[in-house]
Nanobody, 122 residues
């Protein structure tokens, strides 16, 4: 059974940085693309960024140049480095797993973590 556990969320001032982690188990991690999504109150869950099984990365326009996804296959962990944070980045952040290629829609991913809260104060 696939299990994904996010960590690293918290409260940060605008302009600050956070690094989210997502530890995966129950899967051959190196064969999976990992996606990051976020959901703000009253809004749909949206794609933030992703990294394919070959470590190609993809980002939403809203975070391009500020967020960086990376992976450590030896640790079965994917990361999301978030810099220059803005109040509009406030949301619950989720990681998700999909075999091989990155997807951009929540329906592309079959396994999800429980989420970690990121709050950016102005």
């Amino acid at each position: 059974q696939v299990q994904l556990v996010e960590s690293g969320g918290g409260l940060v001032q605008a302009g600050g940085s956070l690094r989210l982690s997502c530890a995966a188990s129950g899967l051959t991690f190196s064969n999976y693309a990992m996606g990051w999504f976020r959901q703000a109150p009253g809004k749909e869950r949206e794609f933030v960024g992703g990294i394919s099984w070959m470590s190609n990365t993809y980002y939403a326009d809203s975070v391009k140049g500020r967020f960086t996804a990376s992976r450590d296959n030896a640790k079965n962990t994917v990361y999301l480095q978030m810099n220059s944070l803005k109040p509009e980045d406030t949301a619950v952040y989720y990681c998700a797993a999909r075999l091989y290629a990155v997807g951009y829609s929540r329906t592309d991913f079959g396994s999800w973590g429980q989420g970690t809260q990121v709050t950016v104060s102005s």
